[in-house]
């Protein structure tokens, strides 16, 4: 994300009669679109400072609209329920162009566009699914995980996809392939979101007591690097750019977070003490949307937090470092997590990482590229095998859409 001297303004806030469980933004066009618990769809515009412009409003689920995403040239609009129907939203109209009544066995619970004519959707018992939109047909299914599909991420010039799951494992899928490229060891944790940062070598995943995880890539075994620090679960991230993701916590904060070294960049905005339900940034990358329980989309600007990230940038590792005590509440220390089998020295503690409604310092001061990677090869050693293959990965041809509706 390149930054620049005025920080973006964002647009005025988005106030719905319901609670808001997803959100996405247009690839291409100043637009977002919300998902609601009853199953509504809002599309609205939206420019800087001013107040969003609704589009057009459907009721286009008999349940909750969990999942929304945008095709990849912005006609149209997937959306995912808990009523398991997966259905195509002409972006224009807002009618429903094309729709699946029982795309999953469960409820779906995230969409990703993979490109122009691929989409991947997880549901609810751990299911992944590839499709073909073009030729209207599930091009790969796979059934490694026995719980919710919380997240994914995709890396194209891999052509590999994340997948992150309640049951505490992490898969990973190279799409052409029907079998898992390797599903990780359970991680005692429910998994919440994925980001792959680091010039597509490192994977930071989200969980529900607010530890990151850090994944290296070829090396799904077992997590190299623990992140602690935030108070509640992590349960929505996107990626800023090469070293900055950005969280989305139970606290009801968002935060810019710095990895490798691991550290607080500074905090973005917050819905109280509501829990947010997803974050997603806009087309331009200098503008962070946000959903809570609290019936809003939210909007703000994350051009100032990276460019204190950069203006701090030369004055030394121990000031780049430094954290702002007052962005995070309490002050609670919490030891550095280290496995209960292992005989390596624990790790430093996180100074400042707090409790249920606390979080102090979230900064990583002793942290540096040559001690991070003696920490992963001293964990290699110890960590655990990766599981491949397990269940599952049988490819599919039903068709996408024969019953429309």
């Known amino acids: 994300m390149a930054t620049t001297e005025e920080t973006a303004v964002p647009p005025l806030a988005i106030t719905h009669e319901d609670q808001v469980f997803s959100l996405a933004f247009h690839p291409l066009e100043d637009i977002v679109a919300s998902g609601l618990i009853e199953g509504q769809i809002h599309c609205h515009s939206y420019a800087a400072g001013a107040s969003p412009v609704k589009l057009w409003s459907a009721h286009s689920h008999k349940e909750s609209c969990r999942a929304l995403e945008f095709s990849s040239d912005g006609r149209q609009l997937f959306s995912g329920s808990k009523d398991r129907s997966l259905q195509v939203i002409d972006v224009q109209t807002g009618k429903v162009a094309l729709k699946k009544p029982k795309a999953h ?3 779906i619970n995230c969409l990703l566009t993979l490109s122009e004519q691929l989409l991947a959707s997880g549901d609810d018992g751990g299911c992944v699914k590839i499709w073909d939109t073009r030729q209207r047909k599930v091009a790969m299914k796979y059934h490694e995980n026995v719980d919710f599909i919380s997240d994914m991420t995709y890396v194209a ?3 590999t996809l994340l997948a992150t799951s309640g049951d505490g494992c992490l898969s990973v899928f190279d799409i052409r392939k029907k079998n898992p490229v390797a599903v990780s060891a359970n991680q005692d944790d ?6 792959v940062v680091r010039n597509d070598t490192k994977a930071v995943v989200g969980t529900q007591d607010g530890t990151l995880l850090l994944f290296s890539w070829g090396d799904w075994g077992d997590c190299t690097d623990r992140f602690p620090g935030h108070p509640n679960s992590v349960d929505s991230m996107d990626r800023v750019d090469d070293s900055i993701v ?3 916590s139970g606290d009801g ?5 710095g990895v490798l070294p691991n550290r607080l960049v500074g905090a973005v905005g917050e819905h109280g003490d509501m829990p947010i339900e997803s974050i997603r940034l806009a087309r331009d ?3 962070v949307g946000s959903c809570s329980h609290d019936s809003t989309v939210r909007f703000w600007s994350v051009a100032e937090a990276i460019k204190e990230e950069d203006d701090g940038e030369g004055e030394g590792e121990a000031e780049e470092d430094e954290v702002d005590e007052d962005v995070m509440r309490g002050a609670e220390e919490v030891d550095a997590d280290s496995d209960a089998d292992s005989d390596e020295a624990p790790a430093p503690p996180a100074a400042g990482a707090g409790g249920k409604r606390g979080q102090g310092d979230l900064s990583d001061d002793d942290s540096s590229d040559s001690e991070v990677e003696k920490k992963q090869r001293e964990r290699k050693k110890k960590s655990k095998k990766a599981k491949r293959g397990i269940g599952g990965g049988k490819k599919g041809n039903p068709k996408f859409f024969a019953d429309i509706d």
């Open 157 to 159: 010039r891999k052509k």
């Open 190 to 195: 429910e998994l919440l979101c994925v980001q």
């Open 105 to 107: 066995s469960e409820p």
């Open 253 to 257: 904060i968002i935060r810019a977070i």
């Open 246 to 248: 950005l969280t989305a």
């Open 285 to 287: 990358g200098e503008i």
